[in-house]
């Protein structure tokens, strides 16, 4: 008899329960959305987004290429300008010198942080520029 109420108390309960089942779309950066249309519009400004910063990363990389290449074909170098020529102690109290040269990784980042403090500033042009019209 406890099996039957338990029973008909459930199946009662889950006539009061509404079920819907609906389409979720789920785009690439894990947005979800309920309309087709409105996560393939999503998506489009995704891949933009993602177009521009590949597009920009090509760019840094070839400059990158363009200036080690050249620096290394002239046997040039950079160095820090603050301090060019480090000195470092020896075991007899003379001092051994080098040049303070700039690491390759270190001119990548230089170059990187510059290209996207000019896309800022040219952002903020255009911003002003349609306030203005």
């Known amino acids: 008899m406890k099996k039957n109420s338990k029973s008909s108390l459930t199946s009662k309960l889950k006539s009061l ?3 819907e089942l609906a389409t ?8 979800k959305f309920l309309s087709l249309n409105e996560a393939l519009k999503c998506e489009l400004e995704e891949e933009k987004k993602r177009a521009i910063i590949e597009e920009r990363e090509v760019g840094m990389v070839k400059i990158y290429e363009l200036l080690t290449r050249v620096l290394s074909k002239n046997e040039w170098g950079i160095y820090f300008k603050g ?4 000195g470092f102690p020896t075991q ?4 051994v010198y080098k040049v303070n040269e700039i ?5 990548y980042d230089a170059i990187k ?3 996207i403090k000019q896309e800022k500033e040219w952002q ?8 203005n019209s």
């Not at 007899?92 to 001092?95: A, E, K, L, S, V």
């Not at 903020?124 to 306030?131: A, D, I, P, S």
Request: aromatic share 2%; glycine share 6%; net charge negative.
């Open 113 to 115: 942080e510059e290209s």
């Open 24 to 31: 979720v779309y789920v785009t690439r950066s894990n947005k």
């Open 83 to 86: 301090e060019p020529i480090e």
């Open 17 to 19: 329960i509404k079920t």
């Open 103 to 107: 690491a390759p990784d270190t001119l």
């Open 124 to 131: 903020e042009k255009q911003e002003g520029r349609t306030e």
């Open 92 to 95: 007899d109290g003379m001092r």
